[in-house]
């Protein structure tokens, strides 16, 4: 039988191709789940379980959690990437290194077709195929929920007259686990004016009281919390239990997918939103005036390009040098209060910190300087628009 190797998450979508593919496809599908994140073990042990009795042939369990943070999320921070202001990527980033080490399994059993469980109205579809395209062209892909134009409804309608009666108490939402986030799309993120369900999201509110936390970093990388230190990974997955007990995090992004259509998606991705602007904080203390702006262009670009499935394009390590290499002094402390549905940033502490009293207090007082040669630099500085007027006589009435 042809080898087939299947991007399988253990939800409603990849359940339903495994099972088509078998069946009506006659192939002898490989199951892999490149876990970036969001498993625990039990879990992992239940996707397993769950491939095998859907009829994969053998079935894969990869951890790259510490590879994908090296080469996305760190420079995710670098670059405090947030798409429209919103969105910290939690999905579209890991869609690639997952893409990426569906080819390596194929290519090591050697596989004649790779497969996922993409719609043909999604981003996932285009970073799936690019990634794939672009370092195996070899390799015939197959989408079944993309080429039946399948609803969800139909996928369950499907499983269950084939036998397979899972739970699906969720279906009606595609749900998506990794470091970086969970995003949560179908139902009413389908509209433009209702809010998802408190439900619907993967943690619940239990904590009430607010609480302090300080988070330390190194070089832009998160590396401890409170003053215990551990591998930034570890500390991400530990600020995320202990924020998403706040219900931190939860938010829907709207945006222009690559296909060129409005879309929404809900996420709740507590740990990412609280690292990104508590790093953000922290550059705007240590980082110089056109550091932070040429950050934010390049940062955005890099966002779009990662968010659009341009990962491997050769601008991307360009702009990772330049992010990189302005984190030499984003060292220090950032003081977090965390509080039901939201946090606050309290301040920082940096032996880099820029707003160092001894050269002048904002609004206060000046000492580096003289009033002399403030009411000079004053003078000199209006010059431009000062000759612009006068020359033009401009009436400013």
Known sequence: MKKVVLAYSGGLDTSFCLKYLKNEKQLEVH???INTGGFDTEELNAIEKRAYELGSAQHINLDIIDHYYEKAIKFLVFGNVLKNNTYPLSVSAERVFQAIETVKYAKKI????IAHGSTGAGNDQIRFD????????????????????????????????????????????????????????????LT???????????????????????????????????????????IITQLEKLASAFAIGRDIHVGDTIIGIKGRVGFEAAAPLI????HHLL??????????????????????????????????????TFLEDTQKNVTGTVTVTLKPYHFSLDGIESEHDLMNSKFGQYGEINNAWTADDAKGFIKILGNAQSIYSQVNSIDYD
């Open 31 to 33: 199951t892999i789940l």
């Open 110 to 113: 050697g596989a004649s077709a």
């Open 130 to 189: 690019l990634i794939f395209q672009t370092i195996a062209p070899e390799l015939e892909i197959i989408t079944p929920i993309r080429d039946l134009k399948l609803s969800r409804q139909e996928e369950v309608d499907y499983l269950q007259k084939n036998g397979v009666d899972y739970s699906w108490e969720k279906a009606q939402y595609s749900i998506n686990k990794g470091i970086w986030g969970t995003s949560v799309g179908g139902k009413e993120t």
């Open 192 to 234: 433009s004016n209702l809010s998802l369900p408190e439900s619907a999201y993967p943690s619940q509110l239990q904590k009430t009281e607010s609480e302090k936390i300080t988070l330390h970093f190194k070089k832009g990388e998160i590396i401890g919390i409170n003053d215990e230190f551990d591998k930034p990974t570890a």
């Open 275 to 278: 690292i990104l602007k508590a």
């Open 283 to 320: 550059e705007k203390h240590t980082l110089g005036k056109w550091q932070q702006y040429w950050k934010e262009q390049l940062g955005n670009w890099y966002g779009m390009l990662f968010h659009e499935g341009q990962f491997l394009d050769p601008v991307m390590r360009n702009i990772e």
